[in-house]
């Protein structure tokens, strides 16, 4: 290489990291460490396999369309992070046009490598490594172990355990149904019932050990974290063992561990944390299926099959996402026995689940609100009546009062739900629920075309975080949970003789809460953070799979329950908010698993 090219390369790579950082830039120019250190990290990920692997870009069309959507949608978040709407972009059309372009230039090169990557078209050692010495003698146990030392310190740090208002609320449904407590809280679907009765029942055996609340709150943490330590220790074994580049094998394994987002969850009382080892089997088992299905005993899809009520049971909305994922199995080959297999177990789950919820229907507990399930149009209604000046008639005023109470419209916001939708009196009977709501469509629909921008800018203020690569900090929660202060409910709910955390520990865990806050700002962490990020990995390899769907089936149905969540989270009450965000965390390391096994046992022989 002459001198000439070398002074242009690096007058292009120095280009690059203009345009990187200026990716990253707010709209307010109030760019942080973290920002920043994204950009750096990014730039480098691009100079480095560009250089290392004498990558010449030229013009792809799909790179250059995945780009332009890319930057269009980031364009976007710039401007809702400011104040969830369009604004910073009104009368100011050049600037638009000007991030649209730096946002392509940033883009394209990152797609560019990524059609390589997924094609196998970049040299097969940048994403493999032959396992050393240390992979090789590495034993399950031993990484088991070294997961609870450093999260029972951390759970010790932590003390007393967090204990989330769902939680909060399931306990009291449990302990009234026990009798443990004076007050009568019925069972209620809101938060899974099958959940609370698991909860109850380790909360009831720690407080039987040592007849003390806290006690009985503390068992359920150390169970929890034994039992998330050991599917956590089972995919990090898992890495180890395979052939994935160090790189990535180091990144997940150290996220896994020590990322305050584990650590916070641990020691937080919240219905999550019992759906994270089943969801990890359950991947785990899909994943083979998808790699070799001849290889999955029936014992192991018996043990999938129940895997799949779990889940479904724990979280109502990963029913969908399992049959859905059930059903693409079909798609695998055409050998009639397997698919007489994997549909004897969607029926199976299906009936099982349904059943179960009828039974439900039948006893006293109340069943969920359907009124969860309206986030979009309740949003958008209450921008409206918010920001506009409508003039309804008495009878299209009264329908809207009906399900929005009037005067929670000061309370909108634009990324949670919950003062909207909370502020409906529901009665326990979804019927009359699903009377005024039919009513209320014809009003909804009336508005939605009268101001079809406002519904618009609804819609995405509630669900642009989970596709922000560049402000992570624009959703809900960075760290999974601050400190719940719910002293005074827990003392008269359980009769205690002094509140379950004084003044200064709630200080405390605040103030702990803030530092966990930077590390995840920090660099490295902020990557893996960054659901933002996560999520267009995972719809980009979803349809580049489906676009060259004989090619890269196996990896578009791989990342298929992780998008069908992602799914789900738009439909959800809060933006941005990584507890909803749990069940992809949990798919990614053991889909860079499976990919690699893929690459080697099956594409390249096409």
Not at 79 to 89: G, K, M, P, T, V
Not at 216 to 240: D, E, P, R
Not at 311 to 321: A, K
């Amino acid at each position: 290489m002459n001198v000439t090219s070398k002074l242009y390369r690096s007058l292009i790579g120095l280009i690059y990291l203009v345009v990187s950082i200026y990716m990253f830039v707010p709209l307010n120019n109030a760019v942080s460490i973290g920002q920043l250190s994204m950009s750096i990290i990014f730039f480098m990920i691009v100079v480095t396999l560009t250089y290392q692997y004498k990558i010449k870009f030229k013009f792809d069309i799909g790179s250059l369309i995945w780009s332009v959507m890319f930057s269009f949608f980031q364009i976007l978040n710039k401007s809702f992070a400011i104040d969830y709407s369009l604004s910073a972009y009104h009368n100011n059309f050049s600037e638009f046009i000007v991030q649209i372009m730096i946002g392509i230039l940033f883009s394209y090169p990152i797609f560019y490598l990524s059609k390589l990557c997924i094609m196998q078209k970049l040299p097969h050692g940048s994403i493999t490594t032959v396992p050393n010495n240390m992979s090789r003698n590495t034993r399950y146990w031993q990484v088991l172990l070294l997961f609870l030392f450093i999260w029972i310190i951390f759970l010790y740090i932590q003390l007393p355990i967090n204990i989330s208002n769902d939680a909060k609320n399931e306990l009291q449904q449990f302990a009234s149904y026990n009798q443990l407590i004076k007050l009568q809280v019925p069972l209620n679907n809101h938060h899974p019932v099958f959940d609370t009765m698991i909860m109850g029942f380790l909360f009831k055996v720690g407080k039987s050990i040592h007849n003390s609340f806290t006690f009985g709150i503390l068992f359920i943490a150390m169970a929890q974290t034994v039992i998330n330590a050991a599917s956590f220790a089972f995919v990090t074994y898992k890495l180890f063992k395979s052939d994935v580049s160090r790189l990535l094998k180091w990144f997940f394994s150290t996220m896994m561990l020590i990322s305050p987002m584990w650590l916070n969850l641990n020691a937080t009382i919240v219905k999550d944390n019992l759906l994270v080892s089943p969801l990890i089997f359950w991947f785990y088992i899909f994943s083979q299926l998808v790699i070799d299905r001849k290889k999955v005993a029936n014992l192991s899809l018996i043990v999938f099959f129940l895997l799949s009520i779990i889940i479904s049971l724990m979280r109502p909305n990963t029913f969908y996402v399992v049959i859905v994922s059930l059903v693409s199995l079909l798609l695998l080959d055409r050998d009639k026995f397997f698919r007489f297999k994997i549909v004897i177990i969607s029926l199976l789950t299906m009936l099982t689940v349904s059943g179960y919820n009828k039974v439900l229907s039948r006893t006293e507990v109340i069943p969920a609100k359907n009124v969860e399930m309206m986030s979009v149009p309740l949003q958008q209604t209450a921008r409206v009546m918010r920001y506009h000046k409508v003039i309804l008639n008495k009878k299209e005023q009264r329908i809207i009062d009906d399900i929005i109470a009037p005067n929670s419209i000061k309370n909108y916001n634009p990324q949670v739900s919950d003062p909207i939708k909370g502020s409906y009196n529901w009665n326990g009977k979804n019927s009359d629920f699903n009377k005024k709501f039919k009513a209320f469509l014809p009003v909804w629909l009336k508005l939605g075309l009268k101001y079809p921008k406002t519904y618009l800018e609804a819609t995405y203020a509630n669900i642009f975080g989970y596709i922000n690569v560049i402000h992570r900090d624009s959703g809900q929660g960075q760290v999974l949970f601050t400190h719940y202060d719910v002293a005074s409910q827990v003392t008269k709910s359980f009769s205690l003789k002094s509140d379950y955390t004084s003044p200064e520990q709630v200080n405390i865990k605040n103030n702990m809460a803030h530092q966990f806050i930077k590390i995840l700002n920090a660099p490295i962490f902020n990557i893996y953070q960054n659901i933002g990020l996560w999520s267009w990995f995972v719809v980009y390899v979803f349809v580049t799979g489906l676009l060259h769907f004989k090619l890269y089936k196996r990896k578009m149905l791989l990342v298929l329950p992780a998008l069908l969540t992602l799914g789900t989270l738009f439909l959800s009450p809060v933006n941005g908010l990584n507890r909803y965000y749990i069940p992809i965390f949990l798919m990614l390391p053991l889909i860079v698993i499976s990919f690699k096994i893929i690459n080697t046992k099956w594409e390249r022989n096409v």
